[in-house]
């Protein structure tokens, strides 16, 4: 029997009661004077007076407690062949060295520090120090256009920089070096000082004065015993700001307070993922992104687990088996990823063959998440793997999941489409543009009833106008989570599209994710997006964009009828979908969310800004090719 329904039951009936509660598992310098104090920030502050230090409670409390022999990091690259494994000790003694080299850097409490690594451990390290010291890290992801990293050092105005001089991807190297010094050229601030990792693969030149070498500076502070305490910060104090990847106008900085994001994602390491301390848990994503902050790097350490950090991809490092080969050689007992990693896999070894080549005994849970979990993948992996496959929902302002099936707690029914049901913490509703409260089933605009559980981000660096504008202007009470979907009268949530990515077909609104997910459960498609393209007559028309799966081989308009048909039967005849067009491949981000918006803007031939976070800018050019070729820019014939 799941035990979600009490849980929930009682964070309903005591908020404050429920997460004093689970405060209890973190380690406080000084407590809190209030748990929840209503009347601090926007819509009140969590953990109000306490004291305490994250990086204290990632590694020194397990260390003190005799656990530092136990594996807490483990870094597994394919594309290097390199794999490392740091106990609790060992990474003690990494982190307090980096923290004692940016202490001579001038770096103190408060100041931020701006992160531009590829996926080494020593990023991990980095975020680690900063938050030794009580100063602010600000991940940038590593490989992100200069002009788009100075944005992000004007505005977080850091102290230093931590780097590398290269990132590695299959079949190429990406120069990190030339990159940062160009963002810092066009930035009007200037970082005093930057710590660069030099990597075999392609060193780089380094600037007198200005840049010093990571691992010569490390190895001396360690060899000299040169280490630091952990500096006590308010519970409400920034521990990192995490700029979202818009792609237009200035990003948003999300800022994260320490107290309650320690209390939130130590809860859901046990109670949501059901991973114990000793465990090895894996977050199959890029520090660069929320999920890498929370899980990679603070969820796991946080709970006494061990993390991989994997530098590699899904699919070419070297098959479509090396997530298998990870959890196989690392024992990882839950894995959390995109979908759009599993579409990869699932693309590239349609039966799953590669997996019986691996023995996943200790394997118990597959979570998903970051873009919308079709039906058709779940029911793939899920067959594939017979394991749980659990979509769960959350955001970048969150922190950790809004919605989803907490396995520690014993996991309900899972529901094909849908992340679940609301955690502890969250009151999601569904309105309408006017802000009522809309009959289950009906789609709308989903919303959190203010004030945000703990983790919840508390303002916007630099912009606490845009924050109210942004997220809090538009239903007042309410936090505005920009996606749309329903809740059915079992209290299942179905995000089915961001509220811009709602289509309006003469009147009709439509989801998009509706459609995608009718696509998706054809056979020979591994995945497809659905974008809605100016009409002169309908105001919106559907247009789908699709890839097959590896080995098919079918006549493009034979398999385009028998998408529209497929639509026109699961959806209805209002949906006027009548274009459904085979591509290579689907432009996305780096955290494997497709560019539906750009997509649409190629389309409707729109001016647009190339998204600052896209994978491949290639794939815009093959898009826009085929949509010529079938006459579909600016109109659908």
Excluded at 77 to 90: A, D, K, M
Excluded at 166 to 175: L, S, Y
Excluded at 297 to 305: F, K
Excluded at 466 to 484: K, L, N, Q, V
């Amino acid at each position: 029997m799941s035990k979600y329904l009490a849980t929930y039951s009682a964070w309903q009936s005591d908020p404050v009661g429920f997460w004093e509660d689970a405060g209890k598992q973190i380690d406080w310098v000084t407590p809190a004077t209030s748990t929840f104090n209503p009347d601090s920030g926007v819509y009140g502050r969590w953990f109000d007076g306490a004291t305490c230090n994250t990086c204290y409670n990632c590694i020194d409390r397990h260390v003190e407690a005799g656990h530092g022999d136990r594996l807490a990091v483990v870094y597994d690259s394919p594309v290097t062949g390199q794999v490392q494994r740091f106990n609790y000790g060992e990474l003690k003694d990494q982190v307090s060295a980096l923290a004692s080299v940016l202490r001579g850097l001038g770096v103190e409490k408060g100041d931020r520090v701006v992160i531009y690594m590829p996926m080494v451990p020593q990023a991990i390290f980095a975020m680690l120090a900063c938050a030794r010291l009580g100063a602010v890290h600000s991940v940038v992801f590593g490989g992100f256009a200069p002009q788009e990293l100075a944005t992000r050092i004007d505005d977080a105005t850091p102290k230093a920089i931590v780097s590398a001089s290269c990132g590695i991807e299959p079949g190429r190297t990406i120069a990190y070096k030339p990159l940062l010094d160009e963002a810092i050229d066009l930035s009007t601030h200037k970082p005093e000082a930057c710590v660069i990792l030099q990597r075999e693969t392609l060193t780089c030149d380094l600037i007198t004065g200005r840049d010093h070498d990571y691992a010569v500076a490390v190895d001396a502070a360690l060899a000299a015993g040169e280490g630091t305490e952990c500096v006590p910060v308010a519970a409400t104090d920034p521990l990192y700001i995490l700029y979202t990847s818009g792609t237009t106008g200035q990003p948003k900085g999300v800022v994260r307070d320490n107290g309650g994001h320690m209390v939130a994602l130590k809860w859901t390491m046990e109670n949501h993922y059901g991973v114990k301390p000793g465990e090895v848990f894996w977050a199959a994503s890029d520090v660069g992104w929320v999920v890498g902050h929370s899980y990679i790097c603070y969820g796991p350490l946080l709970h006494g687990a061990a993390t991989v950090v994997y530098e590699g991809k899904p699919i070419g490092t070297p098959d479509a088996g090396a997530f298998w080969r990870v959890i196989q050689d690392h024992k990882v007992v839950a894995m959390f990823t995109a979908p759009t990693a599993f579409r990869a896999i699932k693309k590239a070894d349609p039966k799953g063959a590669l997996i019986a080549d691996y023995d996943l005994s200790c394997f118990r849970t597959l979570f998903l998440a970051g873009e919308r979990s079709d039906p058709a993948t779940i029911e793939w992996a899920q067959a594939k793997l017979d394991r749980p496959v659990i979509d769960h929902w959350w955001q970048t302002e969150t922190g950790w999941a809004m919605s989803g099936n907490p396995v520690g707690l014993g996991a309900f029914p899972i529901k094909l489409g849908s992340p679940g049901k609301p955690m502890p913490g969250y009151d999601i509703q569904v309105l309408d543009d006017e802000g009522h409260e809309v009959p289950a089933g009906t789609l709308g605009n989903i919303v959190c009833k203010l004030p945000l559980p703990p983790s919840g981000f508390p303002t916007l660096w630099n912009a606490p106008e845009r924050f109210i504008s942004s997220y809090m202007a538009e239903y007042p009470g309410y936090y505005a989570t920009s996606d749309a979907g329903i809740i059915d009268e079992d209290g299942y949530v179905f995000i089915m599209a961001r509220t811009d990515d709602i289509i309006n077909v003469a009147g009709h609104r439509l989801s998009t994710g509706a459609m995608e997910e009718v696509i998706g459960a054809h056979p020979d498609i591994a995945e497809c997006a659905v974008v809605g393209k100016a009409d002169p007559l309908k105001g919106q028309m559907p247009l789908g964009l699709y890839v097959t799966n590896d080995g098919t081989n079918r006549d493009e308009a034979e398999l385009e009828a028998e998408l529209v048909k497929l639509v026109r039967a699961k959806i209805g005849a209002v949906a006027s979908f009548k274009c459904a067009v085979e591509v290579k491949r689907l432009p996305k981000t780096r955290s494997g969310k497709v560019l539906r918006g750009t997509v649409q803007k190629i389309a409707d031939d729109e001016a647009f800004k190339m998204p600052a976070a896209i994978d491949d800018p290639a794939i815009l050019t093959e898009i826009k090719a085929v949509l010529v070729a079938r006459n579909l820019i600016g109109h659908i014939a």
